[in-house]
């Protein structure tokens, strides 16, 4: 089965064709990071003004690449959320607009799931039941999945999302957007002096709470009266990361000692992280840690038309939904 992937719910315009759930034929990707890097973050209006202007050549080149005509494809799959109301739009719009013109179906897909499907799409024998976990710009959550379409949450960000926390620490130290990258960089160069306190969520040990560790760096900051140094940038970088480690890695432990699952995955932009895909793996030797390749790690079609495949119609007809629990 050929499905064409759709994918805009926040600053990537992507289109991609995959067979059968698994065989990734096309996965271009059409970033607007760039745009949006002197304003520090993404500005709704402009990624869905930059979403009208990419998607018909992004969706063209997807098919070229896959080698196929367009009338080969079996149905389309598009995000309709969590994300921006108005960037999910113009991918549902154009979606509509080719399955009334092609005459094939339309799968509507919570990017959410499509971003843990991203860790399994790609890997040969995977058992059920295991543990996803979500660490991006916009989201952190622990679920456990029974199979390809089953998830039970078992916690998720109550304040900012991980890659979110990265992301604003990195501003608070002017480093430039997105930040996740560049406090990855400096902690390499830093030493862990501040020993940050972990947060606790008072809704539950698998919950993620990051906005008292953000405040932590932000009083060290003030507290440095004159410029700040290089190496006090790093130790910063250095002793956030750690502390953000170490929180998953507690999560982790404590979700394995819960459930008795030792089989874990990872999707999200934060997963780009190398430094933390050491730490757990030398953390957690015995257990079965699988991480998403680096290109199915950020926004991509390939994972929301892989994705399509098991999850199909299950979701029903959907609108541009920018917040979709999980319950
Ligand atoms: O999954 P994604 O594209 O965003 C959402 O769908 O929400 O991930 C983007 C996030 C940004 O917050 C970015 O700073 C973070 O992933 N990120 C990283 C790294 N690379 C990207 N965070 C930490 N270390 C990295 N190397
Ligand atoms: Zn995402």
Redesign the pocket.
């Known amino acids: 089965m050929l499905i064409l992937g759709i994918e805009s ?2 600053d ?1 315009t992507s289109c991609a064709v995959v067979k059968d759930g698994k065989y990734i034929l096309s996965n271009i990707i059409s970033s607007q990071i760039e745009d949006h890097r002197d304003y520090g973050g993404v500005v709704p209006e402009l990624a869905s003004r930059l979403h009208v202007e990419n998607i018909f050549d992004t969706c063209y080149r997807a098919i070229k690449d896959a080698g196929i005509d367009i009338k080969d494809i079996d149905a389309i799959a598009v995000s309709y959320g969590p ?1 921006l109301t108005s960037s999910i739009s113009v991918g549902i719009s154009f979606a509509e607009g080719l399955s009334l013109a092609l005459n094939k179906p339309i799968f509507f897909i919570n ?1 959410i799931k499509a ?1 843990l499907y991203a860790a399994i799409m790609n890997k040969e024998n995977i058992k059920f039941p295991l543990i996803g976990v979500i ?5 952190s959550c622990m679920v456990l999945m029974r199979d390809h379409t089953t998830f039970e949450l078992m916690g998720e960000a109550i304040d900012d ?4 926390s ?2 604003k620490v ?1 501003a608070m130290l002017h480093l430039p957007y ?4 560049e ?2 960089k400096r902690a390499k160069n830093g030493e862990n002096v501040y020993s940050y306190t972990k947060c606790k969520a008072p809704q539950g040990k698998f919950y993620f709470s990051n906005s008292g560790l953000k405040t932590q760096v932000l009083y060290t900051i003030k507290k440095i009266k004159r410029g700040i140094t290089e190496s006090e940038k790093n130790n910063i970088c250095r002793s956030f ?1 750690d502390t953000i480690f170490e929180d998953l890695g507690d999560k982790i432990k404590e979700a394995s000692n819960v459930t008795k699952i030792k089989t874990f995955i990872f ?4 997963i ?5 895909q050491k730490y757990l793996k030398d953390r957690f030797p015995s257990y079965s840690l699988i991480f998403s390749d680096k290109i199915l ?3 991509n079609a390939g994972m929301i038309a892989g994705f399509a495949y098991y999850s199909q119609d299950k979701e029903g007809v959907k609108r541009p939904t920018p917040r979709i629990p999980w319950h």
């Open positions: 719910t926040c990537e994300g990017h971003h660490i991006s710009g916009a989201h999302a991980v890659g979110e990265f992301d990195a997105p930040g996740g990258p406090v990855e990361q999707g999200g932009g934060v780009c992280n190398t430094s933390m790690c950020t926004d």
